[in-house]
């Protein structure tokens, strides 16, 4: 594979030469002395960093309905949030012309939760940080794909602190094109390594139901989540989980009932549903006010269901979703 | 009196596509065939109409087992739908696979004239959540 080797403020003058266009903008991150946050670019680069070492956000949840017709837009993100953008795209909620979208190597991050001040933002530093492994987010531990191999192109670091661009697309050759130096090969091995291979998860309903014991239904969840997309989610009728008169309704034809309910049926069906999508990010978790570990459920069975179809979210924009198609001839023991 | 016999016989809820299971389960009406009452029978225009949300919720409602059941493989009336439904279950059963609770849930395919063979299917799962719930009373 081949790729450009970088000089500091290389990918500085590149989106800055291509911000010069009033329609073009660039999501990434912005560093000052507040800390690191996303920040949409316009017009040029101030203070722009490439990692950001605390998640709040999956971006991708900016992106949601995007149609720019003739405005483009370049996304400087972590891996999860490209795969999360992939995700959107192949659920047609994003339209993929205009935008290039480039991953950049993570290091794992912190929880915007316990925030602290001494999180370095520079690639060098973050290794030596994230040392011990009791500092980084549980779901940045057990990531699936931390290195910059997904999307249009991806900012790649070698062992010796190189930065490398690599294009993967041709809209990543276009934006790779714009900058210094020649195309060459890239080293084999990088500063990120592949993720190691997580156990096949497995759980109980009584810890499930332990761990939900918590909850307040106030659906965070699922409104920070990137790939929970649906504008009419199945939980804001009277059907599962009814409010009101069909509240009363439903307790004068079943019983007694304990509130808040629905809290196993909630999160069971949700998720089912992003199964095949979720990318692993946490972004759930983050946003939980009661501190479920929602990423342990929602990562561990979105890897299996996506197992059952080889398949791997955000991997590639060719792969359809599995649930969306099929084969004749699979699945043999699937009846009973 | 009415209590005991729910509590002791299971409640199983059944998805059948409307043109083969369904038809399978009212000609084994008409040729006076039996299965067991806890079986509770709900047509849906194809298989694959049933989100496993449906099943998610009938399960935590209370239903002891579900299944779904549809048109042979190819003999979809819409073509394709019991592919995806096929894809759909594989998923879910894995899910509750995940949460040790895989028995739950059965997919079969039963064609409109396979009368017997829709009894046999109902029944041996009805037997076997009963078996599977008498010995967790026990335990």
């Known amino acids: 594979m081949k790729g450009k080797k970088l000089k500091s403020g290389d990918i500085e003058n590149a989106l800055n030469e291509f911000l010069k266009d009033g329609q073009h903008l660039v999501l990434g991150f912005k560093k000052d002395e507040k800390g690191v946050s996303h920040q949409i670019f316009k017009g040029s680069l101030d203070h722009h960093s490439l990692v950001n070492p605390v998640f709040g956000a999956n971006a991708a949840l900016y992106l949601r309905r995007l149609f720019s017709k003739g405005l483009k837009v370049v996304l400087m993100l972590r891996p999860c949030e490209i795969r999360a953008y992939v995700e959107l795209h192949k659920l047609t909620q994003v339209e993929r012309e205009d935008i290039i979208a480039v991953s950049i190597d993570c290091f794992g991050t912190v929880s915007s939760k316990e925030k602290k001040d001494d999180v370095p933002a520079e690639a060098g530093k973050l290794t030596e940080y994230f040392k011990d492994k009791g500092s980084m987010r549980w779901a940045c531990s057990v990531c699936r794909e931390r290195r910059g191999v997904v999307g249009d192109a991806g900012v790649r670091i070698d062992k010796s602190g190189n930065f490398w661009m690599v294009p993967y697309t041709e809209r990543g050759e276009e934006l790779v094109s714009g900058m210094e130096g020649e195309l060459e090969e890239i080293p084999a091995e990088m500063l990120i390594p592949e993720s190691p291979k997580t156990e096949k998860f497995e759980i109980d309903m009584e810890t499930f139901n332990k761990d939900l014991e918590k909850c307040i239904m106030c659906m965070n969840c699922r409104d920070m989540c990137p790939v929970c997309y649906c504008i009419d989610c199945v939980f804001n009728g009277d059907e599962y989980l009814p409010k009101g008169d069909a509240l009363l309704n439903k307790v004068f034809r079943t019983g007694s009932m304990q509130m808040p309910r629905g809290k196993d049926l909630f999160h069971l069906i949700r998720m089912y549903h992003v199964s095949q999508t979720c990318v692993g990010c946490g972004a759930c978790e983050e946003a939980c006010p009661q501190g479920i570990p929602l990423t342990k459920y929602f990562k561990g069975v979105s890897e299996r269901l996506q197992g059952v179809f080889s398949y791997m979210s955000g991997r590639s924009f060719d792969e359809p979703i599995p649930y969306v198609t099929f084969l004749e001839d699979e699945l043999k023991d699937a009846m009973d | ?139």
């Open chain 2, 1 to 139: 009196m009415a209590e005991e016999t729910s509590k002791k016989n299971p409640e199983i809820v059944g998805f059948c596509c409307s043109y083969c299971t369904f038809k399978a389960s009212e000609m084994a009406g008409s040729l006076r065939m039996k299965y067991p009452e806890g079986v509770k029978v709900i047509e849906v225009p194809c298989s694959s109409r049933v989100d496993p949300a449906f099943i998610i919720k009938a399960i935590v409602e209370g239903a002891d087992g579900v299944f779904v059941s549809g048109c042979h493989p190819g003999d979809c009336h819409f073509i394709k739908g019991n592919f995806y439904t096929r894809r759909k279950i594989a998923a879910l059963k894995e899910m509750f696979d995940a949460f040790s609770m895989k028995d739950r849930l059965r997919l079969f395919w039963v064609s409109a004239s396979e009368a017997r063979r829709f009894i046999d299917k109902v029944t041996s799962f009805y037997n076997y959540i009963k078996e599977k719930n008498d010995e967790r009373e026990k335990a």
